[in-house]
């Protein structure tokens, strides 16, 4: 039963990612607006699909503080596919800091470069690199929400990683808040699986981690609001 709703899942999940960036292609030459309301409705298809087809649940638990008035930046873990795209849908006018592979994907690459999305090399000290912070505060004085996975991957469900350094260098070097969400989506899709499972998802944003910490004291604290 498992397996013929995962099969289900996955055909229209992705005829609906298909479909998207076919309607993508002419939007590019549009303001960034129209594609944004195009990737919120694609992150709320997938939501969608998970309840019609998957019988889960997908839980918003303290939202309400991304009003605060305050500068700030989301870190989140990461477990799948899945956050990836519905972010979009929960957190509006946001960007990624991504590898910059992503960009070389015809179409997909495109939209995210139209989203305003920032490539790095990883591993490697390149102009681009160097001057990611300055493009990541651009992006921010404009209104723009910034999104990092601190750590650097999808990791299953219940398995606790050190954060990447990285975003110790974001938090030193924007000096603004950070908004922390530990969410549990691995366990209703886990990494690299075919399989889909019901159940529940759960996206909790975390108490806020105010600016000018040590990076020590930030990354202990981003720690104990994914792991905790």
């Known amino acids: 039963?498992?397996?013929?709703?995962?099969?289900?899942?996955?055909?229209?999940?992705y005829?609906?990612?298909?479909t998207c960036c076919l309607i993508a292609i002419p939007l590019l030459i549009l303001p960034s607006s129209f594609l944004r309301k195009l990737s919120s409705l694609l992150g709320w298809y997938f939501i969608f699909l998970c309840k019609i087809l998957l019988n889960t649940k997908v839980n918003i638990i303290g939202s309400e503080k991304l009003k605060t008035e305050h500068k700030f930046f989301?870190?989140?873990?990461?477990?799948?596919?899945?956050?990836?795209?519905?972010?979009?849908?929960?957190?509006?006018?946001?960007?990624?800091?991504?590898?910059?592979?992503?960009?070389?994907i015809p179409v997909f690459g495109w939209c995210l470069k139209k989203l305003n999305c920032i490539p790095i090399d990883r591993g490697k000290t390149t102009k681009n690199n160097l001057n990611f912070s300055d493009q990541i505060m651009q992006n921010i004085s404009n209104g723009k929400t910034l999104i990092i996975f601190p750590q650097g991957t999808r990791v299953p469900y219940n398995e606790n990683v050190p954060l990447k350094k990285g975003a110790r260098r974001i938090y030193e070097n924007l000096n603004i808040a950070c908004l922390p969400i530990k969410l549990d989506t691995g366990k209703v899709w886990p990494k690299k699986n075919f399989l889909k499972y019901p159940g529940e998802?759960?996206?909790?944003?975390?108490?806020?981690?105010?600016?000018?910490?040590?990076?020590?004291?930030?990354?202990?604290?981003?720690?104990?609001?994914f792991y905790n």
């Open 201 to 225: 998802i759960n996206f909790i944003f975390k108490d806020i981690i105010e600016p000018n910490l040590t990076g020590e004291e930030f990354l202990k604290k981003l720690e104990e609001s």
């Open 1 to 13: 039963m498992i397996f013929f709703r995962s099969l289900i899942f996955n055909i229209f999940l």
């Open 15 to 18: 005829l609906g990612i298909i």
């Open 74 to 104: 989301i870190a989140s873990a990461h477990q799948s596919m899945f956050e990836t795209f519905v972010y979009n849908y929960i957190v509006p006018n946001n960007f990624f800091v991504l590898k910059k592979e992503l960009m070389s």
